[in-house]
C-alpha cells in the first residue's frame, strides 16, 4: 500500500471511530470512493490497535479506576462508585461479544457488507439515516441528570444491547451507544464517556477476531505497513477525542445528525437510482 492510502485508512478509523458516524462504514466506503483495493484485514486490525492505543491514553485515569473496581469486586464491595463504573462497562459489553461472535461464524457480517445488488450502499445509507434520527430525539428531548456511575444494572443491559446492533455496518458503535445513553439521562460528556470506555473491550474482542481470522489465514507477517497505519490512527483518534469532548460539552450533536442525513442520502441515491 502507498502511503497516502495508509493515512487515509488510518485517518478515517481514527477519527470515525469514536464520532457517532459509524467508522465501520467510512472504511467499507473509503476504497469504493477512492477506487483502490481493500485495504484487508491485517490493516484493519492495525488501525483499530491505534484508535485502542488512544482511547486508553485519553481515558487512563477513568481505565484506572475500572480496574481499583474490579479489585473492589473481588473483596465483595459493589456499592463503590469504581466498582459501578467496571459493572456497568461489563455488562454493556457482553452482548457484543456474544452476538458479534455468533454472527461472526455463521458468515452474515461478510454477507451485510457484499456488493451484491448496493447491497452494502443500501445498508449503510438506511441504518445511516435511521440511527442519525435516534441520535437526534435522543439528544434534544433526553434529560441530563445522571452520571456514568448512576447508571444502574438494566441501563447498562440497554446500551450493551444497542451496542451490539451497531455490528450492521453504518449503525455507529459511538452513535448508538450515546443514543442509548441520552435516553438513560446521562449528560452528552458522561454519554459519550462511556461510549469511549466502552470501546476498549469492543476493540479488544473486535481485533482478537481479526487477528485469529489472519493467523488463520498464515497470513500473519507484521509488516511496515501495519506499524504505520497503528501509528497514524493512534494520533488522529487522539486528537479527534480531544476535540469532540471539548464539543460535546458545551453543544450538541445536531451537526453529526446533519452529516448523516446528507450521508444516507447520498448513498441511497447511488444505491437506487
Not at 26 to 44: E, N, R, T, Y
Not at 63 to 70: Q, R, S, T, Y
Not at 92 to 109: D, K, N, Q, S, W
Not at 208 to 214: F, K, R, S, V, W
Amino acid at each position: 500500500m502507498t502511503l497516502i492510502h495508509l493515512l487515509l485508512v488510518a485517518l478515517v478509523q481514527g477519527i470515525t471511530e469514536f464520532l457517532p458516524i459509524s467508522s465501520s462504514a467510512h472504511l467499507i466506503l473509503a476504497p469504493k470512493v477512492m477506487g483502490s483495493v481493500d485495504q484487508g484485514p491485517l490493516i484493519d486490525v492495525a488501525v483499530h490497535v491505534g484508535t485502542l492505543i488512544a482511547v486508553l491514553i485519553a481515558f487512563r485515569r477513568d481505565v484506572a479506576e475500572g480496574f481499583i473496581g474490579l479489585a473492589d469486586m473481588a473483596r465483595g464491595q459493589f456499592g463503590t462508585d469504581a466498582a459501578r463504573l467496571a459493572r456497568n462497562i461489563i455488562i454493556a459489553t457482553i452482548p457484543l461479544v456474544v452476538i458479534g461472535f455468533i454472527l461472526h461464524e455463521i458468515g452474515i457480517m461478510d454477507w451485510v457488507r457484499s456488493d451484491e445488488n448496493g447491497r452494502a450502499f443500501k445498508v449503510i445509507g438506511w441504518t445511516t439515516l435511521i440511527f442519525g434520527v435516534l441520535l437526534y430525539i435522543a439528544d434534544t428531548y433526553a434529560p441530563t441528570r445522571r452520571t456514568l456511575e448512576d447508571t444502574r444494572l438494566g441501563g447498562a443491559v440497554m446500551v450493551g444491547l444497542a451496542q451490539a446492533i451497531a455490528l450492521i455496518p453504518g449503525t455507529s458503535r459511538s452513535g448508538i451507544t450515546m443514543t442509548a445513553a441520552r435516553f438513560l439521562g446521562l449528560s452528552r460528556t458522561e454519554a459519550a464517556r462511556f461510549s469511549m470506555l466502552l470501546a476498549i473491550p469492543a476493540i479488544l474482542a473486535g481485533g482478537t477476531i481479526g487477528a485469529l481470522d489472519i493467523v488463520k489465514s498464515g497470513d500473519v507477517q507484521l509488516g511496515l505497513d501495519a506499524l504505520i497505519a497503528a501509528g497514524l490512527s493512534c494520533i488522529a483518534a487522539l486528537v479527534a477525542i480531544k476535540l469532540f469532548m471539548g464539543y460535546i460539552a458545551e453543544a450538541t450533536m445536531t451537526p453529526f445528525v446533519v452529516y448523516r442525513m446528507v450521508l444516507g442520502v447520498v448513498l441511497l441515491g447511488i444505491a437506487y437510482l
